[in-house]
Each structure stands twice: as C-alpha cells, then as structure tokens.
T-cell receptor, first 112, second 113 residues
Framework: GEDVEQSLFLSVREGDSSVINCTYTDSSSTYLYWYKQEPGAGLQLLTYIFSNMDMKQDQRLTVLLNKKDKHLSLRIADTQTGDSAIYFCAERSDSSASKIIFGSGTRLSIRP | DVKVTQSSRYLVKRTGEKVFLECVQDMDHENMFWYRQDPGLGLRLIYFSYDVKMKEKGDIPEGYSVSREKKERFSLILESASTNQTSMYLC????????????FGPGTRLLVL
C-alpha cells in the first residue's frame, strides 16, 4: 500500500540550512505536500509541489522532488527559532482523490 | 481565510464514557476528515466524509463512529472510550477538487483515564 517515510528528528544550528527528507512509495502520486505543526496547534500547509515539477521555491523554502527515486525534500534556508516544529510530508495519489497519506513527521529543533 | 474549529482543546474522560468531538468549517468544503496523531506514528485517518450523511472508513475506524448531518459539521464519536484512545484528534476539511489541500483545526487532546 501507500507509505510515506521520514526521519523522526533533526537538529540544526540557528542560521544554518535545514534539510528534511521524505520518501514515498506510490508511483501515481500527483501532489506532494509539506505541512508544519507548531506545539499545541494543528497542521498548517507550508508548500506543495505537483508531481510533474522538480523544484519549487518560496522565499526561504525550497522543495526538491526526485520522482525516479520517489524522494522529496524540504530545505529551509537561514533556519530561525520560529522554525522549530514538526514537519509532515504528505502525498495524494491519483487512486485516492480525497485521501492524503502523511508521514510520521520530523521534529526540527534549533540550537543556538 | 479557511477556518476549521474544534469544540474542545483538551478533554479528560473516563473509560466507558461516550465522547463527542465536534468539528466545524466555514468554507463550504465538501470533504471533512478525522485523524488521530500519536508520537512516531504521524497522522492516521479514522473516517472521512465527502458529503452530508456520507462517510467512509479510514485506516483505523475501530472503536469510532462519525456523523455528518450538516455540511459544515463533522462529529467523531467514541461510543465507549478506552485508554488506548488517548490521543490528539485532528479534524480537517477540503474542497472536492483533487488539487485542493486539507485545512486543519487546532486539535483536541483527549485523555481517557
């Protein structure tokens, strides 16, 4: 079945770049998402990419998609303390228009 | 701005109690979802609804039921709460268009004693 995997923890120094990685198994994925969850809050959509794109940039965020390897990454440039959160990778496939499959989330912590 | 609200941020219930979690969205979305979030497991879909009075099981429906009597409201019901249902419950909504993402409520943290 469909599966989305990501590492559970990432620690970076303030001001460095953070790279959060994700792999997925469904080759018919059409949309891939990154959500951010701050402590005590729900999920907030950060950015998304269509499966026919390789890269998308939005201010400090860069999403890279390697469709051949089914690998998605989120790069946060100049990481700030406000970027501390859990980041979820998610995918939607052609086979299931309404359902989105979420990864387990990567907890990003920032050290001074 | 899309707004998804959940009736409670925190709930404490006893084993065997009937529990209602309410979710309301104000953007006329067709789809509504209930997830539970547990550490290391990410979000798991319990039920979703794509129209009034319509519902479909997600990945972990056991021990839960849902109700969608009005388009804007989607309720999650725990008929007889158990300790393994202690979790964070997240509601989401989206338009039917497959290009549309899901918008989430703030979550309800439920503790079953």
């Amino acid at each position: 079945g469909e599966d989305v995997e990501q590492s559970l923890f990432l620690s970076v120094r303030e001001g460095d770049s953070s790279v959060i990685n994700c792999t997925y198994t469904d080759s018919s994925s059409t949309y891939l998402y990154w959500y951010k969850q701050e402590p005590g809050a729900g999920l907030q959509l950060l950015t998304y990419i269509f499966s026919n794109m390789d890269m998308k940039q939005d201010q400090r965020l860069t999403v890279l998609l390697n469709k051949k390897d089914k690998h998605l990454s989120l790069r946060i440039a100049d990481t700030q303390t406000g970027d501390s959160a859990i980041y979820f990778c998610a995918e939607r496939s052609d086979s299931s228009a309404s359902k989105i499959i979420f990864g387990s989330g990567t907890r990003l912590s920032i050290r001074p | 701005d899309v707004k998804v609200t959940q009736s409670s941020r925190y709930l404490v219930k006893r084993t065997g109690e009937k529990v209602f979690l309410e979710c309301v969205q104000d953007m006329d979305h067709e789809n509504m979802f209930w997830y539970r979030q547990d550490p290391g497991l990410g979000l798991r879909l319990i039920y979703f609804s794509y129209d009034v009075k319509m519902k479909e099981k997600g990945d972990i429906p056991e021990g839960y039921s849902v109700s969608r009597e009005k388009k804007e409201r989607f309720s999650l019901i725990l008929e007889s709460a158990s300790t393994n249902q202690t979790s964070m419950y997240l509601c989401a909504s989206s338009l039917m268009d497959r290009r549309e993402t899901q918008y989430f409520g703030p979550g309800t943290r439920l503790l079953v004693l």
